[in-house]
């Protein structure tokens, strides 16, 4: 027996958020104690867009499988599937901005995640 289409729809969502975030974010280079401000990799422009794209690729080998099983296996509706998308693409993005990026956590990222969670409530109450 396989797992629920809305339980794969989301780990699939959350395996390629990982990789979008870190297509867009991580070129930019880990900030650490030391540093002191987050400073853009050396390589050139072309090279980080390039590798963006290579790693972006993966996302999408992830992403349009979610959306279809979403669909149409568990008849989640468009717009529930890309606030699902926006609530598991912020729950990505804090740790990494947090641990990766080495930002600090303030309320707005709580104001943000109550935001989501209303969004969430809205357009799946419905169902």
Known sequence: MGLPPVVQTILLLIASNAFMTYAWYGHLGRKTAEEGA???????????????????????????????IGANDAHLSVAQLKIMQE?????????????????RLNLDFLWAGLCMCAAVFFVFRSR
């Not at 853009?40 to 690729?57: C, H, N, R, V, Y």
């Not at 729950?91 to 990026?101: E, G, Q, R």
Request: net charge neutral.
């Open 87 to 103: 609530v598991i693409t912020l729950a990505v993005f804090v740790p990494f901005s947090i641990y990766y990026m080495n930002q």
């Open 38 to 68: 987050v400073h853009a990799s050396q390589a050139p422009l072309l090279i980080a867009i390039l590798t963006s794209w290579g790693i972006a690729f993966f996302e999408y080998v992830l992403q349009v499988p979610a959306n279809r």
